[in-house]
């Protein structure tokens, strides 16, 4: 049975940063690319940045240069370190991984 599981969101002031985690089981986590999407209130989900098997990783226009995602092969974990936050990043946060997610984790940007 596969399973992702997210942690690390909350709430968080303009500026501030967070670390979200993805334990993945059930897969076989080293050849499998992983990604982290976001959907705010009533806008659709989006991807938000994705880490192929060899590390290269891909990010959405608006959280680049903000947002770094990685991956430890070794812990089945998947992180998105979010720095310079901003309100408008305010949204639940899915792990996916093939077809599969996780049940997503709250972000919130306010002061």
């Known amino acids: 049975q596969v399973q992702l599981v997210e942690s690390g969101g909350g709430l968080v002031r303009p500026g501030g940063s967070l670390r979200l985690s993805c334990a993945a089981s059930?897969?076989?986590?080293?050849?499998?690319?992983m990604g982290w999407y976001r959907q705010a209130p009533g806008k659709e989900r989006e991807l938000v940045a994705s880490?192929?098997?060899?590390?290269?990783?891909n990010y959405a226009e608006l959280v680049k240069d903000r947002f770094t995602i990685s991956r430890d092969n070794a812990k089945n974990t998947v992180y998105l370190q979010m720095n310079s936050l901003k309100p408008e990043d305010t949204a639940i946060y899915y792990c996916?991984?093939?077809?599969?997610w996780g049940q997503g984790t709250q972000v919130t940007v306010s002061s």
């Open positions: 996916n991984c093939q077809h599969y």
């Open positions: 059930g897969i076989i986590f080293r050849i499998n690319p």
């Open positions: 880490i192929s098997v060899s590390g290269f990783t």
